[in-house]
């Protein structure tokens, strides 16, 4: 049996005994195709079952770099009292009570001192020489284990290596940003007595010593996380940071296009960035990622060149770049990210039909000083007609205006209509905010 077949018969009711096994099984949203097709020690569901319940998990232990963290740690360290069994603090020499308040809230936090020296992967590699068993789990100081899911990453650990024990893997909680995105990629676990090793300055990820990424598994475990809100950027300076270490990552590795990407993705202010900006960042980037889809599984050389891909087809939309989006849309498909490709290229589409829909509402506004007496109930038809294109072209202001010229001239009753179901509609919406 396959450990894919396993993880489908969780949903064939009985097929997988009532039991501890079962629910920690149940922890695992998904697993990559390797892992998937990976053979388990028994075919008998019942019997792995009875196998685990007395089975003992290997030691987890918290890897945290800190620096100035006095407002956090406590808090990020307490949340994992039931998912590990030590915490490591890699300290890069804060200077305020950032220690003294681990210490209190872990009394068994141990402490290693290491100068900041503008390497996320070097700090974090620094915990392979202090634990040699078990599981890392790198958490950073602000993120918080969502408290109705602790003790859950102990009991997928446990029952990942029951299973796969032999197999090398990163284990990704899920990350939650605070008023943001959720990220499921994230491979914050693995093996301390692995091959698995951090490399890249910045946006660091575990790849074996080739530099391949390494299988993954994706477990139902949340972090609430606050560093990316606004305030907190601007405060400690994150992006700022974030560009200079991708500037020197792309002087070590100058034909690395990942760093490109970074650069582009972290440095260049999307929103208020003039035409010509625009047009370098796209230059650079297009020369950078190429127009082939790697072959096989992303690594660290060629994991961002897809993500480049979708970068450069929102670039192409600021830019107004037609071909150029065509062009990165169909990379994107060709690469199996339908959804980016079909999401770029809806909004590109619409955003033509939009722009033809305000034409026309000007076009009929502009023949209202002609009209006739013998014109009055096709113009009284016009304006209807103006006031529903205008609601379908998110020309609000034009509406209400259309409208009552259309109801003045006997006409205006389709628009009517309109706003009985569009407020049905809403009556019905959820709350976005709630």
């Known amino acids: 049996m396959k450990l894919s077949q396993l993880l489908g018969l969780l949903q064939v009711p009985g097929a997988v005994p009532t039991s501890r096994f079962a629910s920690d099984l ?205 305030e907190v950027i601007e405060r400690r300076g994150k992006r700022q940071l974030y560009v200079r270490l991708d500037q020197l990552a792309r002087a070590e590795e100058p034909d690395n296009p990942k760093w490109v990407y970074y650069e582009v993705r972290d440095g260049l202010d999307r929103r208020t960035a003039s035409e010509t900006e625009l047009r370098s960042a796209f230059r650079r980037l297009a020369e950078a990622a190429g127009d082939v889809v790697p072959p096989g599984p992303p690594g660290y050389r060629t994991e961002r060149i897809v993500d480049s891909w979708s970068l450069l087809c929102e670039l192409a939309l600021r830019l107004g770049e037609t071909d150029a989006l065509l062009t990165y849309t169909a990379l994107l498909s060709a690469a199996g990210r339908t959804v980016e490709a079909t999401y770029y290229r809806t909004l590109f589409e619409s955003s033509r039909l939009l722009g033809r829909l305000s034409t026309l509402v000007d076009t009929i506004a502009s023949v209202e000083a002609d009209e006739q007496l013998a014109d009055r109930h096709l113009m009284g038809r016009l304006f209807e007609l103006q006031a529903t294109l205008a609601l379908a072209g998110g020309r609000y202001e034009a509406v209400l205006p259309a409208y009552r010229k259309a109801v003045a001239r006997s006409a205006g009753h389709g628009v009517k209509e309109d706003f009985t179901q569009l407020a049905r509609v809403l009556a019905e919406a959820p709350d976005a905010t709630s």
């Open 26 to 230: 149940a922890l695992i949203a998904s697993v990559s195709p390797g892992l998937a097709a990976a053979p388990l020690p028994s075919t008998d569901a019942a019997g792995l079952a009875e196998a685990y319940a007395s089975y003992r998990p290997r030691p987890v232990t918290a890897v945290v770099l800190t620096q100035d963290e006095e407002e956090r740690i406590a808090r990020c360290l307490t949340a994992l009292a039931e998912d590990t069994d030590r915490c490591l603090l890699i300290d890069s020499g804060s200077a305020d009570a950032t220690v003294e308040r681990a210490l209190r809230a872990r009394a068994d936090a141990r402490i290693r001192s290491a100068p900041w020296a503008d390497d996320f992967s070097r700090q974090r590699n620094l915990a392979f020489d202090e634990v040699d068993e078990g599981w890392l789990w790198y958490v950073d100081a602000d993120e918080v284990l969502a408290p109705e899911h602790s003790g859950r990453l102990r009991r997928a650990l446990s029952v990942l290596d029951f299973l796969l024990g032999t197999r090398d893997f990163v284990v990704s909680p899920v990350i939650a940003d605070q008023g943001g995105p959720a990220y499921t990629n994230t491979q914050r676990v693995l093996r301390a007595d692995g091959p698995l090793r951090f490399r890249g300055r910045v946006h660091e990820h575990p790849y074996d010593a080739e530099g391949r990424a390494p299988e993954r598994v994706q477990v139902d475990v949340r972090l609430d996380h606050t560093g990316y809100l606004p």
